[in-house]
């Protein structure tokens, strides 16, 4: 499998649970993002990775606790969310500031 | 805010030449002009770069001023399935990751 890829596609989950969504490249790119897309909104960058390290964080609220344990593999920690987080979250990769892959995103719909 | 401007919207009859311009009247010398495009909910494709010369590509080609201050895309031979966003955006080649994306340009390709 070539590309970045995002699980889930779709999720729903109340303002009270926990869940994860994940993102896998396998282009062998040491940057890896995490952008929010509301609705009519242009994209929001919300947590970049450069070799495992965070080097931005655009004021995310901390119910949004991103992790990136290896070079090809990252992760967006959900928690105690509000409708208003509902949004498309993609992630993408590049080679340094390179261009951006992105993946196919998780529709996100908080109840 | 977003360091190019687009205009909102755009038709092209299917099978002529597509052109979307971008304004980046602010653009500095180590930025390089990127064009994604997004079809709708799905993550954000890759089309083309460039510095200062002019880029053509399997997909487009990008005409860049020679003051560096617009540009235009052109898709050669417009399909339906062009029918998208289109994004300019700006972006150092050296510095943070950050990238503003703006609204974009919606193309409709008409049969």
């Known amino acids: 499998e070539t590309g970045v890829t995002q699980t889930p596609r779709h999720l729903v989950m109340g303002m009270t649970n926990k869940k994860s969504l994940k993102c896998e490249q396998h282009?062998?790119?040491?940057?890896m993002y995490w952008y929010k897309q509301s609705a009519k909104k242009p994209l929001e960058l919300m947590f970049v990775?450069?070799?495992?390290?965070?080097?931005e964080n655009n004021s995310v609220p901390s119910r949004f606790s991103p992790e990136c344990p290896n070079s090809s593999h990252l992760f967006l920690h959900l928690h105690t969310l509000q409708p208003e987080d509902s949004a498309l979250y993609l992630c993408?990769?590049?080679?340094?500031?390179?261009?951006?892959?992105f993946g196919s995103g998780t529709q996100l719909s908080v109840l | 805010d977003a360091k190019t401007t687009q205009p909102t919207s755009m038709d092209c009859a299917e099978g002529r030449a597509a052109n979307l311009p971008c304004n980046h009247s602010t653009i500095s010398g180590n930025e390089y002009v990127y064009w994604y495009r997004q079809i709708h909910s799905q993550g954000p494709q890759y089309i083309i770069h460039?510095?200062?010369?002019?880029e053509t590509n399997e997909m487009a080609s990008l005409i860049i001023t020679e003051d560096r201050k617009s540009s235009t895309l052109i898709l050669p031979h417009a399909t339906l399935r062009d029918t998208a966003v289109y994004y300019c955006i700006v972006r150092p080649y050296v510095g943070n990751y950050q990238l503003i994306w703006g609204a974009g340009t919606k193309l409709i390709i008409k049969p």
């Open positions: 282009l062998g790119h040491n940057a």
């Open positions: 460039g510095l200062k010369n002019n």
């Open positions: 993408a990769s590049s080679q340094e500031r390179e261009k951006l892959f």
């Open positions: 990775y450069n070799f495992k390290e965070q080097t």
